[in-house]
């Protein structure tokens, strides 16, 4: 059976990112994708994009998480 989950980020957006990104969980990060920007520069596009919010809230990103049983 899959299980989603979806968590804010609250606190760094990087170390958040690298910890998402970590190639020996993700499968040499082919099982990273995103939506709207591109991994490899989410980081900058995120704070960009805060930086040109007019109402801030306590979140700075959502990370989506899918996992699956194994060999299913």
Do not use: R
């Amino acid at each position: 059976m899959a299980v989603t989950k979806i968590k804010p980020i609250k606190s760094t957006l990087s170390k958040a990112l690298d910890y998402i990104e970590n190639p020996d969980k993700t499968d040499g990060k082919m099982l990273v994708s995103s939506f709207g920007c591109s991994y490899e520069t989410a980081d900058i596009e995120f704070e960009y994009t805060l930086s040109q919010a007019l109402q801030k809230g306590n979140n700075l990103a959502f990370h989506l998480i899918q996992s699956f049983e194994p060999g299913k």
